[in-house]
Every structure is written in structure tokens, then in C-alpha cells.
């Protein structure tokens, strides 16, 4: 970061400039920015741009029109790092490592294969894959030659892949026979073959991990005939905003929606991202516990375009033990864990000490991301992990592929707060009427463009899904569907998603707050909060809790739920009734489903509150289906 402002920062140059200074520079001269980060990032191109940013529209903004460049041609440039491109480990110990020299030579090997197979520049490539290097190769060949990557996690059943994948009809799909999980080993064999079975467009399977399903309507082989061979590595020199890979959101009601990100938008963010705020350099180990059904699993491969090793873990975070990833950094060395806030959480309960039983001498960064990082958890990171590490809590999404706010290896950790809004970032906190908001919480929107806002929604041919779902409430501005605040020092706080919040006397709360409050305390593993709006009544707050073992919702447990509450936050928020649930229901990437649950318990038919196939466990929505009926029968929980 230092660097980057003494050589791009005008008035930078003694090294000493404020944070707030830069950023409004990186925001209000986006091109001057932009061309810094081309010219630092050492990006290659075959043709000269006209301009960094010819139109600043929203959407349709225009970036380095002209230049044509291939993401997997820096993800895979020689560079002078001693350590292997990846390193592989799984649940059990086992770990394998693959150089840079070898992973060039499988990445044209299957990029010259999938030339034989018919695919082309656009042609979309479908993966149900874990988290293994076939599954990181797969992706830079397919990146190499201009195909278009999608990936699912095989944790996704048969009606999710569907609905993901038939959107792009894709040419050709590779699949994993099997994966493991928990100490438990998951076949998917027929799964494949009934995802095949529903993708008219393909040409044909290629199976990792195992034999190839017998029946198929197309040709099928195994990955070893394709990664075996000896080619000549090419890369496609591609517009700037050529489709790159396809990743989905969330998917709670209705189709997910499939988003377009290019080579070009990617390749510039991640540079930015991962070299100024996650501080990542050449050679060092980098891992994020991630599927590569999660936007992280993206932003970890990109790892390789700063020279570093990435680290692939497939695998539950808290099998054999909640050690288990604290194992993983002591045994690989690792510079960089990002993990997520409820992982974090998950480690502080159950009495994990990093610090006393393993020893993280490279470790220097904790990243955290996918929900609000607790104060509490914050702190455990420090006294329970190491004391002088740094602590990277980080929210985006989907739909960028990177985080609107995030870490500055420059500025101090305050517990409970994310560092700062990211540099080329025009994040700001909006009312109702599309105003700025001074010292409270508001809508997260982004005024200005950045060059990883999605190039469009596949099959969005009029551009309307894509204008409705984020532009549709301040035209012209990004809006995001998170609450946010700031602080006068900076920071910012994530308050939990816009359209879940909770409302008393004209003042609003996020759901996050009272997560907070409440899963801090040792009985609680879970919890859902729905603000249930009833006819002919005033709304009801419904908290739902999931219990640790050995416990039980009684009188006493829910009198001091309520009292924390209450005392942690305001009167106004205490829950109306606290209901003990087996589980609550969320998405394969971990999000919470407020808004579903509250549309079925306003008398929503299940199938039109949620879209199942995007839930990890869909059958975690029947008991609030039932619950519905009563509450329809008697109008009390």
C-alpha cells in the first residue's frame, strides 16, 4: 500500500498520506486510479487503450476500450517465487503440491483437449467440482482460450445445478465421481448422469476423481486423458469486457440470477484488492475456506496473479475437530487464513486456542467475510490466535466478485468494524429518498462504477433483470441491499441485509445486531430473526433459536435471551417470543433466509417464498411451513 501511494498518489510521495485523502482520489479520479493500478499490476495487453474509463455511466460504463488482455495469462506469467502455484490438503492430512512449471503444462493440456472437443471464444464451460486443483486448472484453460467458466459445489443437488446451469447451455461439463465431506465420502455418480441428462446443449463429460457414468447421450472421459498431454501453452488476448466466468446469486426466490464478470474488470479488481487490502505479495501461502460454489473460491485462485501460492482445502472447517484450519496454517506455513465470521465464531465457543496449541510463526493476516464480525469474536482472534497478527474483515458480494469495504494493512483493527471503504469504492450510506446519510445507518450504494461490476445476466437480452436488481430503487446508483454505517474515524459497520431489517418507532435495526447480541450467548448455536407483519395487529418480532446440545428453551434461557437483548441493544427490539427450532434455514454460501421465512409466515406458499434448490438443507423450511398453518389457525407462535 505504502509503495503504490509514494509512486501513483499525487502529493504522495512522502509516504505519509491519510487513507480518507487516497480513497477520495481513487473514487473521484477513477481513471487516474484505475491506470495505476494497469501500470503497478504490470498488466499485459497487446493493444493500446483509448482511455481508462471513456464513460463513467451506470450501468454501462466503459473501461480500457481497446486493450485486450487474458486473465489466465497473468494468473500463469513466470515469476521468481521458490514455492509451488498450489498446494492441495484435504481432511485427513494429505497434501500434494503442484509448481508453477507444472501447472502451465496441465492448464495447456486441457486447453488444447477442450479445443478438440469443439469448444471456442464464448462457449460456456459448466463444472460440478470440490475444491482441487482440477477444479483451479479447469478454470485457467477455460480462461486461456475465451471459453466462459461456471462452477457449482457438489454439496448442490440435481434441481440446483439445474437451475443454474441450464440458463448458459453450456458445451461441455466436467464433474466430479465423487467427494468427501466431514469424514464421509458423498458418490455422485447418478447425480451426474441426471445433470448431463438436463443440459441439452452438451457436448460432452469429462469425470475427475473417479469412472465416468454409464448412459450418457454424449461422449464421456476421464480427466487424466486430458491433463496428460504435452501442448504449447496459448492464451486468447481478449476485449477487456470479454465474459470470463459466470457466477449466480443467492437464488432465494425465483431463478438465480446468473452473473457475467470479464477478463479485464476481474483482472484489474483483484490486483487492486488482494495487493493493497489483503497485503498479499509473491510467494506467500494464501487459503480461504471457501466451495467453489462461493465467489471466494474465485477470489482465492486469484491468488496466482500475485505470484502467491494458493492453498485449496476440501473439506468441513470442523472436522476432525474446530482445529482443524488453525492445523491446516501450522502445517502449510500459511501467511494469510481467511475464513469466515461464523467459522470464528464457531472456533471462539467451542474453546479453541490457536496460540497455546499450534504454532503460526508466518501467519500475518485473518480474513473474515460472509456475515458481521462480532466484537467478541474480534477480540478472540487476538487473545486466542496471535496478538500481533492483523485482522481482515471484509464485505462484498457476488455480483462485484470483491469487497466494497475491507482491510488496510495501514490503519488500526477496531472490534466490531470493518477498517475502511475500498480504494476506487464509491461507497456511501443512503436514506430512503436517496440521500447521503451523516453518523447513522442507511443503504450501501455505490455512486460510481467499478471495472468487476457485472458486464450484464446471461440471457438478460433487454438489460432489464439486470437495471431492476440493482439500479431500481436510485437510478444511476449501485444500491446493494446491505445497511450500513460509518464512523467518524473512518470505519464502517455492517447492520445485515436492507430488505430483513427490523423497525420500531420509525427507527431501524439490522438483524445483525440482534445475531450479535444473542449468539453470544454459550447456549445459542443459531438464530433467526423475522419481524412478522400481521393484519389488525402491531408487528411481531419472532426470534428463533437453534440450541448447542444439552440444552433446552425454558423459562429461564428465555428471559435472559430477551433481557440481553434488551440490555444490549434497546427495549424496543426485545423479541416478542423466542422459539426453539431445529436449524435455520440458509443458502449453500451461508446467508440467512429472513425474507423467505417471514413470506411463509405470512401465508406465502412455500415454493414461492424460496427458491429450495439454493438452500443447503431445504428441509430446514417445513417446520416454519407448519408453523404457518397454526399461526394461521390460532394467529399465535
Not at 479445443?115 to 467440482?129: Q, W
Not at 483483484?270 to 480461504?288: E, I, P, Q, Y
Not at 469495504?405 to 470493518?418: D, R
Request: aromatic share 10%; net charge neutral.
Amino acid at each position: 500500500m505504502t509503495k503504490f501511494i509514494s509512486a501513483y498518489y499525487p502529493g504522495g510521495q512522502s509516504g505519509d498520506a491519510a487513507y480518507a485523502d487516497v480513497w477520495r482520489w481513487s473514487v473521484g479520479s477513477l481513471g487516474a486510479f484505475w491506470e495505476a493500478v494497469w501500470r503497478a499490476g504490470g498488466v499485459i495487453s497487446d493493444s493500446v487503450y483509448s482511455a481508462p474509463l471513456k464513460s463513467a455511466q451506470m450501468p454501462g460504463a466503459v473501461w480500457f476500450e481497446g486493450a485486450r488482455v487474458n486473465y489466465a495469462e497473468h494468473a500463469l506469467r513466470p515469476n521468481t517465487s521458490s514455492g509451488p502455484a498450489i498446494v492441495y490438503a484435504d481432511e485427513g492430512g494429505a497434501s500434494r503440491e503442484i509448481g508453477w512449471a507444472d501447472l502451465r503444462g496441465q492448464v495447456a493440456s486441457v486447453a488444447a483437449a477442450l479445443r478438440d472437443l469443439g469448444v471456442a471464444k464464448g462457449d460456456r464451460i459448466a463444472a460440478y467440482v470440490p475444491n482441487v486443483p482440477e477444479s483451479v486448472v479447469g478454470l485457467l484453460a477455460s480462461a486461456s482460450i475465451g471459453a466462459v467458466w461456471s462452477s457449482c459445489s457438489p454439496d448442490f443437488g440435481v434441481p440446483g445445478v439445474r437451475d443454474r446451469f441450464s440458463q448458459i447451455a453450456p458445451k461441455v461439463l466436467i464433474a466430479c465421481a465423487r467427494y468427501s465431506y466431514a469424514g464421509k465420502e458423498f458418490d455422485r455418480i447418478e447425480t451426474v448422469r441426471e445433470i448431463a441428462a438436463s443440459l441439452p446443449t452438451l457436448k460432452a463429460v469429462v469425470v475427475t476423481g473417479g469412472e465416468a457414468p454409464s448412459g450418457l447421450t454424449v461422449p464421456a472421459m476421464l480427466w487424466d486423458d486430458l491433463a496428460g498431454r504435452r501442448e504449447r501453452l496459448e492464451f486468447a488476448r481478449l476485449p477487456f469486457d470479454h465474459p470470463l466466468w459466470i457466477l449466480y446469486s443467492s437464488g432465494t426466490t425465483g431463478l438465480p440470477k446468473p452473473i457475467v464478470h470479464g477478463h479485464g474488470g476481474v483482472l484489474l479488481e483483484h490486483l487492486k484488492v488482494l495487493s493493497l487490502h489483503n497485503d498479499l505479495r509473491a510467494g506467500d501461502r494464501f487459503f480461504w475456506f471457501t466451495t467453489t460454489g462461493w465467489m471466494m473460491w474465485n477470489y482465492l485462485v486469484s491468488g496466482l496473479i500475485m505470484g502467491s501460492t494458493v492453498v485449496l482445502y476440501d473439506g468441513s472447517a470442523l472436522h476432525p475437530d474446530a482445529s482443524s484450519l488453525w492445523t491446516l496454517a501450522e502445517r502449510e506455513d500459511l501467511d494469510f487464513l481467511g475464513t469466515s465470521a461464523a467459522h470464528l465464531g464457531a472456533c471462539m465457543k467451542k474453546g479453541v486456542e490457536p496460540r497455546d496449541t499450534h504454532t503460526l510463526r508466518r501467519l500475518r493476516g485473518v480474513g473474515s467475510t460472509g456475515s458481521p464480525l462480532t466484537p467478541d469474536v474480534a477480540r478472540w482472534v487476538y487473545s486466542s490466535v496471535k496478538h500481533d497478527l492483523w485482522l481482515d474483515s471484509i464485505s462484498g458480494g457476488t455480483d462485484v466478485c470483491t469487497a466494497f469495504v475491507g482491510g488496510s494493512p495501514t490503519l488500526p483493527v477496531y472490534a466490531g468494524e470493518i477498517q475502511c471503504r475500498c480504494l476506487g469504492a464509491a461507497v456511501d450510506a443512503f436514506d430512503e429518498e436517496g440521500r447521503p446519510v451523516a453518523g447513522g445507518v442507511g443503504e450501501l450504494v455505490i455512486t460510481e462504477p467499478m471495472p468487476s461490476m457485472p458486464l450484464f445476466l446471461w440471457g438478460d437480452r433487454t438489460g432489464e433483470r439486470y437495471r431492476e436488481s440493482y439500479f431500481g430503487v436510485f437510478p444511476g446508483v449501485w444500491r446493494h441491499g446491505d445497511w450500513i454505517e460509518f464512523t467518524d474515524r473512518g470505519t464502517c459497520v455492517i447492520h445485515g441485509r436492507s430488505d430483513a431489517t427490523i423497525k420500531r418507532s420509525g427507527v431501524r435495526i439490522g438483524t445483525s445486531e440482534i445475531y450479535r447480541s444473542v449468539e453470544s450467548l454459550p447456549e445459542v448455536a443459531d438464530s433467526l430473526a423475522v419481524d412478522l407483519e400481521r393484519p389488525g395487529g402491531p408487528p411481531r418480532l419472532l426470534l428463533f433459536v437453534v440450541l448447542y446440545r444439552r440444552n433446552s428453551l425454558d423459562l429461564d434461557l428465555t428471559a435472559r435471551i430477551k433481557s440481553k437483548v434488551r440490555g444490549d441493544l434497546s427495549p424496543r427490539y426485545t423479541p416478542d417470543e423466542v422459539v426453539e427450532v431445529p436449524s435455520v434455514p440458509k443458502t449453500h454460501n451461508g446467508k440467512k433466509l429472513e425474507i423467505p421465512v417471514k413470506r411463509i409466515l405470512m401465508g406465502a406458499d412455500r415454493e414461492k417464498a424460496a427458491n429450495t434448490a439454493s438452500l443447503s438443507d431445504p428441509a430446514s423450511l417445513q417446520y416454519f411451513v407448519e408453523l404457518a398453518r397454526r399461526l394461521g389457525a390460532s394467529g399465535k407462535v
